[in-house]
């Protein structure tokens, strides 16, 4: 029975890619939604940057504990879709909530529940979709540039329909998640390679010395990027920039992904994951300079393009790194730390601190220093990436020459 429907899935995995362009499209969509303008929401409340800073980054404290628990139950799960399924049910639910009051205990009490269910959502369903389209001739670039289109689509959209109401992002992002999670039934189920009972230590992961470095690396360009999703909205409307307007600066960034994804393997292939990665944070840095340097709200939307030369190359460089180097019985777990870990520590750092420092010298200031410490994340992982290359040379001929 087993072998009859994997022939089955095999037969029909070549139209699978279509279902996952659309379920990315409306993840992404989602996500265009919430975190650009719940912290315009929060600010309307009335509340300092720097209680805005904590109660963003409550999510990112939650993130620590749901993320390595739903990776676990995803490893484990007889049926993986279903994991994702009440992810994005409990997301859905959740965010209906938010309106109800706007008591800072409140917030904090859904800002939690929410992010329980959201946070791990997209490394599981990337491990999902990772292990089906390693039976096809499909690249994981094309489905994941779905998602920036529908980022793109949605911030221009959602800039539109929450200039005169905020609220009214919530009901649209549950509208979102619930066609999600109608598009999930037609994908076929996957289950978690811990199924059968083999189980393995989480710890496991942390053995491999360059999925270690690579995390750090990640980690450190991730704070400075918390800061950035934290606070840019609210320092783009202090501009002069409207809701509209901050749509289309959206709008710009998550098209200026697509570049990257149409040829992202070909750019890993001859970057390699490090030289990737390198890159990647370079870029932050540039983007950081500028947005610290240009004081016009017109102007500083065009800052938006680099993100696609940063972000997205960071993250689909260690997302498919995880993929082909972590053991398959722990590569939802593996998603699921990288997204604890660059979400969660690093974005409670970002968040946190940036909304003090905020408070203390003013937003712009802040990203002078996000910018300077990138740099220095490039000066200390080159360094040691350097050193790898160099002995990994050394032993190559030491091997030739025995």
Not at 37 to 45: E, M, T, W
Not at 346 to 374: C, E, H, K, M, P
Request: hydrophobic content about 50%.
């Amino acid at each position: 029975m087993l072998g009859g429907q994997k022939q089955l899935n095999t037969k029909r995995l070549k139209n699978y890619p279509y279902v996952f362009i659309l379920l990315y499209a409306l993840a992404y969509m989602g996500v265009a939604v919430y975190f650009t303008f719940i912290p315009v929401y929060l600010d309307k409340l009335g509340f300092s940057k720097t209680i805005v800073g904590v109660l963003l980054s409550v999510g990112p404290f939650i993130t620590l504990l749901s993320q390595p628990v739903w990776g676990i139950a995803g490893d484990r799960a007889p049926n993986r879709n279903l994991i994702q399924r009440i992810l994005i049910l409990g997301s859905a639910v959740s965010v209906a909530l938010y309106p109800v009051s706007s008591n800072f205990l409140y917030l904090l009490v859904i800002i939690s529940v929410f992010t329980f269910f959201q946070s791990p959502l997209q490394p599981v369903q990337d491990s999902i979709t990772l292990e089906l389209l390693d039976s096809t001739r499909w690249k994981f670039g094309p489905i994941r540039m779905s998602g920036t289109i529908g980022y793109a689509i949605m911030s221009i959209v959602a800039g539109i329909v929450v200039k005169e109401n905020i609220r009214s992002m919530f009901p649209l992002y549950m509208a979102i998640n619930i066609l999600a999670l109608l598009v999930t039934f037609r994908i076929p189920k996957v289950k978690g390679y811990q199924s059968q009972g083999n189980r393995v230590s989480l710890l496991k992961l942390f053995e491999d010395r360059e999925f270690v470095v690579l995390m750090a690396l990640n980690f450190v360009a991730m704070i400075t990027l918390g800061f950035y999703n934290s606070f840019f909205s609210i320092y783009y409307t202090q501009m002069g920039g409207d809701s509209a307007r901050l749509g289309v600066a959206m709008f710009l960034s998550s098209m200026s992904e697509v570049p990257f994804l149409l040829f992202a393997d070909r750019v890993v292939n001859k970057l390699r994951t490090k030289g990737t990665m390198i890159t990647a944070t370079a870029v932050m840095a540039v983007r950081w300079l500028l947005l610290y340097s240009i004081t016009d709200a017109n102007a500083i939307v065009w800052v938006n393009v680099l993100h696609g030369f940063s972000y997205i190359s960071l993250s689909y460089a260690i997302v498919t790194y995880i993929n082909t180097n972590v053991q398959k019985e722990l590569r939802t777990s593996g998603q699921t730390m990288n997204g604890m870990i660059g979400g969660g520590f690093a974005r409670i750092i970002g968040g946190t601190l940036g909304g003090f420092l905020s408070d203390v010298v003013g937003i712009r200031q802040v990203f002078l220093y996000a910018a300077i410490t990138n740099l220095i994340a490039i000066a200390f992982f080159g360094t040691i990436f350097l050193k790898q290359a160099r002995n990994k040379s050394a032993d190559t001929k030491a091997a030739d020459i025995s």
